[in-house]
Structures are given as C-alpha cells and as structure tokens.
C-alpha cells in the first residue's frame, strides 16, 4: 500500500516523475544497465499559478459565512463549530484543510475527546496519513488510518475527499489527476531559467566572412568582451555583431505560459480573471464575469465547502447541520449583493436582522430596527 501511494506523497513534497526506468526484462546486463532518472519539480506551490489558485480558494472559503440550523431553523453555531481546533482559529483549519484537500486530494481532522465527547478536531498532514483496508470487499473496504506509529479506526479520523472514485481508498486531487500539466508547467519554468543561466546559450554571435585564426579569434572575442558598456568597440577583420533572433517575448515563452496557466485554472476550477490570464478570443463583459462567478460557487467552492461542512456536520448531535453560505461568491460586487437582500427583505423571504448577519453586519439599534420593520 505505502509502494502504491508514494507519488502521491512525492506530488505534495517532491513532485517528482520517472523519465525512463530500465525493465529487468529488457534483456540488459545489469551491469549495463543505466540507473533509474528522476526529475525533481520541486513543490506544486512554487509555481505560481498553483500559489496563486491555492490562495484563491483559501481565501474564497474562508470569507464565507459558515452557517448552523437545527431542525430547518438557523441557530447560533455551537462552540465546536466556532473553533473546531481548540489551538487553532477556525479560519486557519479551513484553510489548512482547502490545502490539503486542493493539493492532495485528502484531508483528515482527528477527533478529540474529553471522556466520550468530541469537544474538537485537528488536522493531520495528508501526506503523512496512510489508509489501508481491513476487508476483502472494494466494496465495503472497512478502512483504517495510520499516522505517526498509530493506527486509528473511522470513529477516530474524518477522512475528507476532494473526488471520490469506487474502489479507492483515497481521494483523488486536481494535480494527481493532471500530473501531466503540472509537471510540463514546471519544466517550462526551469526551461526558462536554464536559458539565461546557461552560459553555452549563446546571447550574442561573432561573424566574419574573412578567413581568421584561432589567434585572431580569441582576440576579437576578447575586444569585444572588455570595455565599458556603451563603449565604441573596434574588432576588425570585418567582423559583425548579430543577436540571436529571438523576440523578449520568444524568451519569455509567454505563449507557452499563457496556455499552461489557462490550462492550471481550468485544471483547479478558477475563473481565469481571479487567475489574471486572459483567455484568447473571450470576450470579458460584466454577465461573463458574472457568470463565471456563479459557477466558480457552484462547481469549485461546493466541491471544498460541502465536504467540510459536513465534517462539521458529523460533529454536533443528529437534527444539526452546518453548510456555508456560498450566495456571496454568487455576486460579483457589492450592490449585487445589498439588491438581492433589499429583494429578499421585501418579498418577507427574510428579515433584516437576517440580511444583516448575512452580509456580516451587526443587529442595528433599537430605534432603527423600529424604522426598518415599518
């Protein structure tokens, strides 16, 4: 189980893929035969389009609000629901747990006890959490956990998973299942970097069309390397200065970037203007925007949202359920957002105090509660 799951580990520490392993049934000697090559890209963070669209995530689930009901009826959220880790803010859980579950697939909260009551959770390195089956049947797998020497049972551990697949035992993430994309994203980067650390990456080219020494070329290599730069150089025997043909935009490979990173935002549900990549032949207007918006919330935050809301869910006793709130992504600005509550209030489908704690206000004093319900 740990041999089938080490590239996952190494996607979230060492993201790393096999170039060429030599088969012992190749027909190779072993002495001849060369040793397995590995290519390291480093961790998917220090890309930045995967920095960057972690970071929206985060910071999008995070912001909304996380909202309680009993019976239908929204209550005031429990203690464990305020602060599910004790240690920790709640805001830093959720976004350590959109991390994993972004990156890995995988989150895992351990249940704390005090006696036999949950009293909160914290949250286990993915990476670090092995799962194997206890059972035969795929179908009913009776998984167990083991992490730092200990092996805990389901009554212990809330396994989250990003895409649940029959018959894995784990979840399946956006970079393990685009290795592909991510990893090419990653030698374009170090593509880019060797050009112009390179030194045999010739910048610039010394021609003549007279017949010249050795002598006579190491000389005028070197007329031309010395000097102050802006300096008037002289380098004889007809010598001409031509710069590679290649456009700061051919360097840059912008076009080759530009696709990766329109290819990482489709890859991890992002808008491509939270990703700041323009998409070739769009046409970005105020509806687009809009739109993209609203499936941005129901495609991508529902799949991290639904998942840790019922974690949480799983927390409090039965008749309780805990969802966050995913209608402000839905809006793209402000006004959008106060006209939909002024609609809502009208209409009696809710009251101002509910308005307001939706939009993260607090209850108006008396006399203006007075004037609102008038």
């Keep these: 189980m740990v041999a089938g799951m080490g590239w996952l580990r190494n996607l979230i520490t060492r993201s790393a893929g096999i170039v060429r392993a030599a088969d012992e049934s190749d027909g190779m000697a072993d002495g001849a035969r060369p040793p397995e090559r590995r290519l390291d890209y480093g961790d998917p963070l220090s890309l930045s389009t995967i920095f960057r669209a972690v970071q929206i995530l985060q910071t999008s689930i995070v912001n909304l609000p996380l909202v309680q009901t009993r019976n239908g009826v929204e209550v005031e959220p429990s203690p464990i629901v305020r602060r599910p880790d004790p240690l920790v803010s709640r805001s830093r ?45 795929p179908a ?42 991510v990893e090419s994203a990653a030698m374009l980067r170090d593509m880019k970097r060797e050009w112009f650390s390179d030194g045999s990456n010739a910048k610039i080219v010394l021609t003549t069309e007279q017949p010249m020494e050795n002598d006579a070329a190491a000389m005028v290599k070197k007329r031309f390397s010395n000097g102050k730069p802006g300096e008037v150089k002289v380098l004889g025997w007809g010598t001409k200065v031509e710069r590679l043909a290649l456009s700061p935009k051919d360097l840059e490979y912008l076009d080759m970037m530009q696709f990766d990173t329109t290819q990482i935002a489709r890859l991890m549900g992002i808008p491509a203007s939270l990703m700041l990549a ?8 105020y509806q687009n925007i809009e739109q993209s918006w609203i499936e941005f919330a129901d495609y991508t935050l529902a799949a991290y949202a639904s998942e840790i809301g019922e974690a949480l869910t799983s927390l409090l006793p039965r008749g309780n359920e805990v969802a966050f709130d995913t209608d402000p992504s839905r809006r793209s600005n402000t006004k959008d957002r106060f006209e939909t509550y002024r609609i809502a209030v009208e209409a009696k489908l809710m009251t101002v105090p509910e308005a307001r704690k939706r939009l993260g206000m607090g209850p108006m004093p008396a006399t203006e509660t007075e004037e609102a319900n008038v």
């Design 140 to 181: 009913s797998p009776m998984p167990v956990f083991d992490y730092g020497g200990r092996t805990y049972r389901t009554d212990d551990i809330l396994h989250m998973r990003f895409l649940e697949v029959s018959g894995r035992l784990r979840g399946l993430g956006p970079i393990q299942a685009a290795r592909e994309e």
């Design 278 to 285: 323009a998409v070739e032949g769009s046409n970005l207007t």
């Design 93 to 137: 859980l959720i976004s350590e747990t959109v991390a994993d579950l972004a990156l890995n697939g995988n989150a895992f909260w351990q249940k704390v006890r005090a006696g036999d009551a949950v009293v909160g959770v914290r949250l286990l390195p993915a990476r670090l959490v092995a799962v194997r089956a206890t059972s035969d049947d």
